[in-house]
């Protein structure tokens, strides 16, 4: 898994990416997922793209509500 994370967080080389290392940005994530072909009528890019997002939340302004 570290090897694949890996390959696609360095993949986006556009201004502004900064060449970050360890870390996945969305355009890096989005390949992944078509790379791989994880999109599917069961998993979709709107599910792919809200995983993202929910996953980089800062934890101080995200509180689940019960």
Do not use: H
Not at 27 to 49: G, H, K, N, Q
């Amino acid at each position: 898994m570290k090897k694949i994370f890996d390959k696609f967080s360095a993949s986006d080389t556009t201004l502004g990416s900064g060449n970050a290392t360890g870390t996945m940005n969305m355009a890096e994530w989005i390949v992944l997922c078509e790379v791989t072909d994880i999109i599917s009528p069961e998993f979709t890019m709107r599910e792919a793209r809200s995983i993202f997002v929910q996953v980089n939340l800062d934890d101080d302004l995200y509180i689940q509500v019960s």
